[in-house]
């Protein structure tokens, strides 16, 4: 079916050439209205000819043509109260702050307890290759797709593209109703109606499997190893685990492979920093059927990494079941975490050494730029200038054989979704994304404010402020290390002086 500019009239007020395009399903059209008046499509009634549409199919519409007229019924929400305490927002700098921060993203309404979905997908936006892969998917929204793999991947891309091309809060009422529509449990209310808060890091892993379902790998070589998966690539980690009884020397060790797409930082009166939690979790002792032994025995199970992933997710285990008050209560001990990970005390002693020789490169570059701080090289001149306008040239960050992987150990911390409240069904949720330099943007739905490295890293813990809940890493970056035309000149005039020596 095509593409219609249709006319819509609201009470006293008529809007123009809005487009309505019937391939799409009728939620986003009455997305579309929802911005324009303010009415959410479960209060919204739009009639053609008597007709009322719905949400999920045109079925029953006939009739549509350019400039026809629709009538809309419903009263739009009350605006949100003004916040007590001032924010320094976007909308608020001077003209060239603004266009310092015009690659800001914007930030995303409220629509009812959603900060944790909206926490969510800000998160993930950080990661390039994700917003390219669902630009270049072709999902659609149709009465089947809507709800699923192909449905959330489609609301993505659709939210990611609106959010792109606006410095405007955008309303991601579509998202929601697609996530509400694929895993009903996320749209249980509440007293008054209202939808229930829900788990943040529950919510990332069920986007993560839906995406891993719909958008599939890249790379087809016969050299390169076969990952079915996109998130799988970039977002997946293996680990080769070692399983032995305890009670028993004659039962031959049990080796398997296991896959994930998160690490998990345990945390006990012990636990202080990221890296204890997360070396915690390589060995545990877990009861089992001893075939051996003929009964439960227990066994030690030993985990070391086998494949590091671009992007590296940590889930700091901060919830637990209080079977008392029914509620998953938070563990509010500060644990610290880095700007700056080094994952290789994780590794096996197979990947340790498959990532030597990314390492040594960060390694020679650090040492170039020591020498050439030592040499005084520092000092500005004619030709710094024209180092300084080419473009920084990087190595790869994943190994040749396996895209998405990393190849160095190294990563850099691009993204932190906290907790700020006493149960993962309760308080709120707010994400916060590294935009350059020592940068951060916080995004708290619809509210950005800007934050520096030293206001990221307060939110370890030990209080009822924002609390670190899931961590983003991205690949570190090692510059291609290029000497200047002055140093290319001195090398050329050793050459001759090397010669006369022989």
Known sequence: MPVYKVNVKWGKEKFSEIECNTDEAPLIFKSALYSLTGVVPE???????????????????????????????GSASDLPPEPAEKTQFIEDMTESQVNQASDYPPGLHNLGNTCYMAATLQCLKTVPELKAKLEQSSGQFTRQSMVGSEGICAAMKQLYKEMDTTSEPVTPLVMLKVLHMTFPRFAERGEGGVFQQQDANECWTEIMRMMSEYLPGEGSTS?????????????????????????????????????????????????????LGLTMGLKENIEKTSPT??????????????????????????????????????????????????????????????????????????QKKIEKELSGKDIKNKHDEKDEKKEVKYEPTSFP???????SGYYELQAVLTHQGRSSSSGHYVAWVKHKEDNWIKCDDE???????????????????????????????????????EKKEEKKEEVPEMEKME
């Open 401 to 407: 054989d396996d895209i998405g992987s990393n190849n």
């Open 223 to 275: 050299t390169e190893t076969v990952r079915k998966s996109f998130i799988e690539q970039y977002f997946g980690g293996e680990n080769v685990t070692t399983l032995k009884c305890s009670e028993s020397e004659e039962e031959p060790e049990a080796k398997s492979i296991e896959k994930w797409t998160q690490l998990r930082c345990h945390i006990n009166t012990d636990v202080r920093y990221m890296q």
């Open 293 to 366: 032994l003929g009964r439960n025995a227990v066994y030690v199970k030993t985990s070391n990494v086998n494949r590091l992933p671009s992007y590296l997710t940590i889930n700091f285990i901060r919830f637990f079941y209080k079977e008392k008050e029914n509620i998953n209560a938070k563990v509010l001990k500060d644990i610290k975490f880095p700007m700056e990970y080094d994952a290789l005390e994780l590794c096996s002693p197979e990947l340790k050494e498959k990532l030597a020789p990314a390492r040594d490169l960060f390694e020679n570059l650090r």
């Open 447 to 485: 509210k950005l404010s800007i934050v520096k490295d030293e206001d990221v890293l307060k939110l370890s813990g030990g209080g009822d402020w924002h609390v670190a809940y899931t961590l983003l890493y991205g690949p570190k970056r090692c510059e291609v290390w290029e000497e200047t035309e």
């Open 43 to 73: 209060r919204m009634k739009v009639m053609v000819k008597g007709k009322a549409i719905g949400d999920d199919s045109w079925s029953g519409i006939k009739n549509l043509k350019n400039n026809i007229t629709m009538m809309m019924m």
